[in-house]
């Protein structure tokens, strides 16, 4: 319990303060995360190694600092949602690939925006689901219940629907797709543990096929997409074209195309914003 009261500690004081000095304190802190991490910062490097083989120690550890402040700005926005107004978010959004999402809605069977732990989603998710449809995304349950509560009542009171990696989440995601909305999901992390081993920038790491699952279930359109920040700490929001799971009568290796198909952009928008893919997790085989 103690996390959630020193995370409302420092929520209540970030929501009233200034978008610049918010961020200011956001950096402030990565600063303290970045060196004093035993953990994250090894497995981020790591992730990063893997995902830029090609760039120096000097520019990976640049890289990783770069990627602890954005993350931490990232959590200044979080923080800042319950005294934002959609109306002052909206100038702060541009969209790369309009064309992609309109197409892809214009299918009529809902979308599954699918993307990967990068950019502030939340920002994003309030305004899309405030102009263009309801908006819902998987989230991982945290610890405390508390903590969790409060993100997820967060993000109800701008139109978000938050929901959990359960069967009753799943039930709720074919609902918001037969409404003709949009789900959006990340597939970079196996976060339930029941992911399938295959290539992800070259090295086995399990990868979860329910999104590919659901997509051949109901032919809805797999939209690839990314957030990331600007350096002007505005956001872009990058489609690429959607992909169609196409039946094969092979269900399993249906899934495993799909999922490769979608892996293929999620890559690219890794390796064009390494500094915006926070993931200090464990996902391939010897890291930290």
Known sequence: MWRYRAFMSVQSIVERLPRSWAY?????????????????????????????????????????????????????????????????????????????????????????????????????????AATLSPVSFFAEELEPRALFEWYRDTRARLGISVLSLTVAGIRKVTQALHEKEMVITAIDRDIIGTGHLMPFFGRPAPIPLGTASIALRFGTPLLPVCVYRLPDDTFMA???????????????????????QLLQHIEGFIRRHPEQWHVPHRIWAGSP
Request: glycine letters at 4%.
């Open 24 to 128: 200011a304190l956001a950096v402030f802190a990565a600063r303290f995360a970045f060196w004093f991490s035993p953990l994250a910062r090894p497995r981020l490097q790591f992730n990063l190694r893997v995902a830029c083989p090609e760039i120096s120690e000097r520019e990976l550890r640049h890289t990783t600092w770069l990627n602890f402040r954005n993350h931490a700005k990232a959590y200044a926005d979080l923080m800042m949602l319950p005294r934002t107004r959609i109306s002052d978010l909206r100038p702060l959004l541009q969209v790369k690939g309009m064309e992609n999402l309109e197409a892809a809605r214009a299918l009529g069977k809902g979308v599954m925006a699918v993307s990967c732990h990068m950019g502030s989603y939340e920002v994003v998710s309030a305004i899309w």
């Open 238 to 260: 990058e489609a690429a074209p959607h992909v169609i799971a196409e039946n094969t009568g092979d269900r399993k290796a249906d899934e495993i195309r799909v999922t490769q």
